[in-house]
């Protein structure tokens, strides 16, 4: 059974940091995209990082661009988004998803998802 669970949300202020993490289990780890997904209240989902089948990364979202890092360690069958100098309007519930082959396509794509962590920056 495939599984995704993050954890690593909270509370912080502004200008604070988190690290994300994406526990996979369930199938081959390097045969699955990994991708970070967030979610603002009365918002769509948006992709925010996505990590490649050979371990690279792909950074889709301008706002976060030189704040937020994926990484991962293969051997632990995790991904982590380290998010630096946060701001308010990055409050949203974060995802990682996974789905076969590559990052490409939007959320509807990705069959699997975990089951959200939230994550709320104080001004």
């Known amino acids: 059974e495939v599984q995704l669970v993050e954890s690593g949300g909270g509370l912080v202020q502004a200008g604070g940091s988190l690290r994300l993490s994406c526990a996979a289990s369930?199938?081959?780890?390097?045969?699955?995209?990994i991708g970070w997904f967030r979610q603002a209240p009365g918002k769509e989902r948006e992709g925010v990082s996505c990590?490649?089948?050979?371990?690279?990364?792909?950074a889709y979202l301008d706002s976060v661009k030189g704040r937020f890092t994926l990484s991962s360690d293969s051997a632990k069958n995790t991904v982590y988004l380290q998010v630096n100098s946060l701001k308010p309007e990055d409050t949203a519930v974060y995802y990682c998803?996974?789905?076969?082959?590559?990052?490409?396509?939007?959320?509807?794509?990705?069959?699997?998802w975990g089951q959200g962590t939230q994550v709320t920056v104080s001004s």
């Open positions: 998803a996974a789905r076969r082959y590559a990052c490409t396509g939007g959320a509807l794509s990705y069959a699997y």
């Open positions: 369930g199938f081959t780890f390097d045969d699955y995209v």
């Open positions: 990590r490649t089948t050979s371990g690279l990364t792909i």
